[in-house]
């Protein structure tokens, strides 16, 4: 069981706007900021969101990330094939002095 | 160019050893922290530990404190993961990641990863 829980699984359309959350504690999400990691299927993960909510260069701008209170959200507007992915959220844990990562959501693009 | 590259993977028995090695280029290595980062096979991410920029403060995930240890030489620009009493729950591969932002919370995030290396724990 991860410390940080995320659905195992999500799904939309082309052109469609999903949005994964990512829950947490007082001791992770509530006190640090948190970053996402797409990994397209074979390769490594990659960063995608630093921060709660900026953007590395070259990342698009339909991906965006928002935080409130213990939980974040990660959207992916205007979805396209290729955002087919496993996406992961993370943070610094203050209690457990440790990084902590959500279990994944694999993201399907009908 | 930025780059990380794992190599040290293989197969080992059960209770046996094995070292990891990142060899980092493109960026003032010494200036970083360093992660490893395993995901077992058909499974998420798991983080493993972290190592500050100058190697005098590091942190390990429960699953392999007494057993991995990381290290760093600055001088080659190279990140270690020391594996001993290897378990077979330890059959993974095995990233090394950049930190982005101050050790250890990485505010900026993991933002250069390598390609991985497996390590294969099996009789």
């Known amino acids: 069981q991860s410390v940080l829980i995320q659905p195992p699984s999500a799904s939309g359309t082309p052109g469609q706007r999903v949005t994964i959350s990512c829950s947490g504690s007082?001791?992770?999400?509530?006190?640090?900021?948190v970053n996402w990691y797409q990994q397209l299927p074979g390769t490594a993960p990659k960063l995608l969101i630093y921060a709660d909510n900026q953007r590395p260069s070259g990342v698009p701008v339909r991906f965006s990330g928002s935080k409130s209170g213990t939980s974040a959200s990660l959207a992916i507007s205007g979805l396209q094939s290729e955002d087919e992915a496993d996406y992961y959220c993370a943070s610094w844990d203050d209690r457990l002095n440790v990084v902590v990562f959500g279990g994944g959501t694999k993201l399907t693009v009908l | 160019e930025v780059q990380l590259l794992e190599s040290g993977g293989g197969l080992v028995q059960p209770g046996g050893s094995l070292r990891l090695s990142c060899a980092a280029s493109g960026f003032t290595f010494s200036s970083y922290g360093m992660n490893w980062v395993r995901q077992a096979p058909g499974k998420g991410l798991e983080w493993v530990s972290t190592i500050s920029s100058s190697g005098d403060s590091t942190y390990y995930a429960d699953s392999v404190k007494g057993r991995f240890t990381i290290s760093r030489d600055n001088s080659k620009n190279t990140l270690y993961l020391q594996m001993n009493s290897l378990r077979a729950d330890d059959t993974a591969v095995y990233y090394c990641?950049?930190?982005?932002?101050?050790?250890?919370?990485?505010?900026?995030?993991?933002?250069?990863w390598g390609q991985g290396t497996t390590v294969t724990a099996s009789s």
């Open positions: 007082s001791s992770n999400i509530g006190s640090n900021t």
């Open positions: 990641a950049k930190g982005g932002g101050t050790f250890p919370k990485y505010y900026y995030g993991m933002d250069v």
